[in-house]
């Protein structure tokens, strides 16, 4: 690594510890003999600028640092110039590694409007990738029978909440686009990527009645939820996406982020300096080198990490890495990012901001 400002960054492990986690995660990011392995840990924050849990930097100059002061030093390079001026010079953009041994409680987020309102925040849409599930493993996303707000607070106080909840099985592979206001849940048995905006406001509505951590019942947010709900039906809940090796595939296309799974087993060349924007990459399955083509700066990008690479720099190469288990170098990627270049996102995206800030 060259002793450039810009380059793709790496962060030390940001783990926190949940009532409904497991152990795969400290496992698959090779840390079993740094962490307790009683300890449940359900989330890895991969890339985050949340002010309660930043990524720290683990590779170059800025080894050491929060991501937000070093974003905040050369926020056009780094974040692009369109995002920035955007999103007042920080990241809008949080992604995580979720392990679900056991279910997550009944929930639901805020949208721009009424985060700000409630809690100064940015609202919180999201999506997920399921990377590995279980046999049988499922999720709740959306409403699958109508309800009034006074059904919702009914089943609620006599448990059958679930009941009225769209359930999905799922495999690797499954995507899921989980708009604020859609209630949701993963369940035991899956682990997956997670791209949301960078917010930490969820409302519970439904915890099973268990204890957390701290052995006392976790707290419910039944009349913030209430507002914050989208009662109606909808008739598909997956987001449906086209597959295919040797290239990167269009997942999810919003106005709060683009999500493209990157499927390859040879050196794949990106060249994403036209989004203006900041790439998050997520390694899903083997490892690779991310090399950059203007400074030649290379990272190895290991299974079950990320990378933020700088919107300036942001043409590169991924060259898989073979190894025993991976003699074919295989690679599967999640990039993250903001399209600048379609206008109608951008317009729609500054719209929500314009909103939120009045």
């Known amino acids: 690594m060259s002793e450039t400002l810009l380059y793709p960054m790496l962060f030390k492990p940001n783990l926190h510890k949940v009532i409904w986690g497991g152990t795969r995660l400290t496992t698959w990011k090779q840390l079993d003999a740094t962490t307790n392995q009683n300890e449940p840990v359900g989330e890895s924050w991969e890339v985050s600028a949340v002010e309660s849990s930043p990524s720290i930097i683990a590779n170059g100059v800025n080894v050491g640092r929060p991501l937000p002061d070093v974003i905040s030093e050369n926020p056009e390079e ?18 995580k590694f979720i392990d679900a041994e056991r279910d997550l409680s009944i929930q639901v987020h805020p949208d721009d409007i009424m985060a700000q309102r409630e809690h100064g925040k940015f609202g919180k849409t999201e999506m997920w990738y399921v990377i590995d599930a279980k046999p049988g493993a499922y999720l709740y996303a959306g409403f699958k029978e109508h309800l009034s707000e006074d059904d919702y607070k009914r089943k609620i106080a006599d448990g059958t909440i679930t009941d009225a909840l769209a359930r999905h099985e799922v495999h690797r592979g499954d995507v899921f686009y989980i708009p604020a206001g859609r209630v949701h849940a993963i369940c035991g048995g899956i682990l997956l990527a997670e791209v949301q905006q960078s917010s930490d406001v969820t409302y519970r509505i439904f915890d099973y009645n ?19 709900l989208d009662f109606n039906v909808y008739d598909e809940y997956r987001t449906i996406y086209k597959s295919a090796e040797a290239q990167a595939n269009h997942c999810i296309d919003s106005h709060f982020f683009n999500v493209r799974v990157v499927d390859i087993d040879t050196p794949f060349h990106r060249n994403l300096i036209k989004y203006d924007s900041f790439i ?44 025993e288990s991976n003699k074919t170098g295989h690679v599967k990627l999640l990039d993250a990012f903001i399209n600048n270049k379609d206008n109608s996102l951008v317009k729609r995206a500054t719209r929500f901001l314009h909103i939120t800030r009045k």
């Not at 780094?78 to 809008?92: M, Q, S």
């Open 78 to 95: 780094i974040l692009g110039a369109a995002v920035a001026k955007r999103y007042g010079n920080k990241l809008p953009l949080l992604v």
């Open 210 to 228: 268990r204890p957390g951590m701290d052995g006392k019942p976790r707290e419910l947010h039944t009349e913030l939820a209430a507002q914050a």
């Open 280 to 323: 998050i990459t997520m390694c899903m399955e083997n490892d690779c080198l991310i090399k950059i083509r203007t400074t030649g700066d290379e990272v190895l990008l290991k299974e079950g990490w990320s990378c933020l690479i700088p919107s300036a720099i942001a043409d590169y190469d991924i060259i898989p890495v073979p190894k």
